[in-house]
Structure formats: structure tokens, C-alpha cells
């Protein structure tokens, strides 16, 4: 079955250090693949995405992510870590067959210490 | 260009009454969908609705909730009957459509409270 999975419910980082969310997913073909953020009691902003071409994205915000296909992952990354940071980072897929539909993971919380 | 709009932005509905929500899509979208987020969970696809057809509504609840996009004026989803399980985030985001119906645009979500 298709399916998102981020298999970090939790992370806690010092402001300043860097940063990693994991996703894999899995599906027959590589799908188009999203980050997304969402702050408490907000709406979800679209970090960055990958369509095809080079592995390594670069998104707002400082945010990269890198696919790795052997792996079927596309990771999150970003160097130093701001308290602004704090906020739920949901990685979410699109077929690119029956692209009518975004499938997202469970979402990953970020905690960030002063 | 203004963005994905919903309202109301906050809902609340005692048990047993009708709850509506609108989103207005981007100018130039003609495709929309609904996501619900219950709390501590991801979003979860319910509908896709182009201009008066709904294409996809695979995870649409089977009664209760229903959705319509008309050629004129916001898409709307509709739950009558409402539930305390009802209580959710619901997302609505748009795109172009035709082969970029990839590239969704999220709305600030309306969160219905059912007391």
C-alpha cells in the first residue's frame, strides 16, 4: 500500500544546532514530494518540493531536503535551528499517475531549546 | 494574488446541528479538495472537486458530510448532524489543475468545536 511514514513522532533541538526530519515512503513509482509547516493554530506553508532533476532542494526558510532514491527517503534538513523553528513538519507525496491527491505522514513536532 | 480563503475560521456547533465551511479557491484555480486534521493526527484527504463534479470523494465519511463546488461562488463542505467526533481542522487547498494538479495551495483551515 502507498504510504508516508516519519518515524520521529518528536525531536528536541538546541537553538543553533543542526537539524534532520526523516521520511520514506513508499509507492510504486517516485512520487512529486513536499515538506510542509505548521505552526500551532495556523494553516500548513509548503517548504520546499522535489519533481525530478537535482537531488538536493533547496526551500525557504534556510530548509533543504535531499532524495535518495535507493532509500525512497527525502529528509529534511537545516543547519542552525532558530526558536522560530518550533512547529510540526508534515512530509507528504502526490502520485504522479493519479496526482489528485496529497497523502501526508504523521507528522514530526519540533521542540526547540533556547 | 490573495491566497486559499476559508470561514469561518473558527466554528462552533453544539451536537445535532449543521456545520458549513467555505473556501474560496486561488484565482485561476479551478480544483479543489478538503483535508481533515483531528488532533495529534496528520491531514487526511476527504474530497476533490472541480467546477460542479466531484471527482474524488474516497474518503468522505458515508453520511453525513457531503461537498459541492458550483460554478459560481466557494466550494463548501457540509456535515449535518454534527458529532463531537466531527471536532477537526478542515484544510482546503486548490491548484491549476490539468497537469499541474500536483501544486495544492493550502488554505488557514477552519476548526469546528462540536459541544
Known amino acids: 500500500a502507498q504510504s508516508v511514514t516519519q518515524p520521529d513522532i518528536h525531536i528536541t533541538v538546541s537553538e543553533g544546532a543542526s537539524l534532520e526530519l526523516r521520511c520514506n515512503y513508499s509507492y510504486g513509482a517516485t512520487p512529486y514530494l513536499f515538506w510542509y509547516v505548521q505552526s500551532p493554530g495556523q494553516g500548513l506553508q509548503l517548504l520546499l518540493k522535489?519533481?525530478?532533476?537535482?537531488?538536493l532542494v533547496q526551500g525557504i526558510k534556510g530548509f533543504e531536503a535531499e532524495f535518495k532514491r535507493s532509500q525512497s527517503s527525502f529528509n529534511l534538513r537545516k543547519p542552525s535551528v532558530h526558536w522560530s523553528d518550533a512547529a510540526e513538519y508534515f512530509c507528504a507525496v502526490v502520485s504522479r499517475t493519479s496526482y489528485d491527491k496529497v497523502i501526508f505522514g504523521p507528522g514530526t513536532s519540533l521542540s526547540v531549546i533556547p | 494574488n490573495a491566497g486559499v480563503m476559508q470561514n469561518p475560521r473558527h466554528l462552533v456547533r453544539r451536537r445535532g446541528q449543521e456545520a458549513r465551511l467555505r473556501c474560496s479557491p486561488m484565482k485561476g484555480h479551478s480544483h479543489v479538495y478538503w483535508y481533515r486534521q483531528l488532533p495529534e493526527e496528520g491531514l487526511k484527504f476527504m474530497v476533490y472537486?472541480?467546477?460542479?463534479?466531484?471527482?474524488?470523494e474516497s474518503g468522505m465519511p458515508k453520511e453525513r458530510f457531503s461537498a459541492e463546488f458550483p460554478k459560481e461562488g466557494p466550494s463548501i463542505l457540509r456535515i449535518q448532524q454534527v458529532v463531537r467526533g466531527d471536532s477537526a481542522a478542515y484544510f482546503c487547498?486548490?491548484?491549476?489543475?490539468?497537469?499541474?494538479?500536483?501544486?495544492?495551495?493550502f488554505g488557514p483551515g477552519t476548526r469546528l468545536t462540536v459541544t
Open positions: 522535489y519533481f525530478s532533476g537535482d537531488t
Open positions: 487547498a486548490s491548484s491549476p489543475g490539468r497537469d499541474r494538479r500536483y501544486e495544492q495551495y
Open positions: 472537486l472541480q467546477k460542479e463534479n466531484i471527482i474524488d
